[in-house]
């Protein structure tokens, strides 16, 4: 394969460099052209369902994941606090000190 002269390698170069240009040029058009068209088909779903960008901007509770667990309502209560506790996870501070001077959990159920 013969070696290209320095003036053919900078004209391929400079050819490159345009089509590079003109690449951009089309890439910058056809984003313009595809934001349009989506702009254009929110609207008309906006129309058509009679939404306004107030319903859009509303946030909707969050789905709660699959392993989330729900919050337990609570099963006992420090009736000179006002704490609670649900029954799960480790006993609180009051529960347990309650406990220690003989009082009965059923004491505290609610």
Known sequence: ??????ETR????QELLAQKASLEKQIAETQREERANAIAKVKSIM???GLTL???????APPRAEGTPKKVAAKYRNGDTG???SGRGLQPKW???ALAEGKQLS???I
């Open 83 to 85: 704490e609670t506790w």
């Open 47 to 49: 129309s058509e369902h």
């Open 1 to 6: 394969m013969p070696e290209l002269s320095e």
């Open 107 to 109: 004491d505290f159920a």
């Open 95 to 97: 529960l347990k000190a």
């Open 10 to 13: 900078l004209a391929t170069l």
């Open 54 to 60: 107030a319903d859009l901007s509303q946030r909707a």
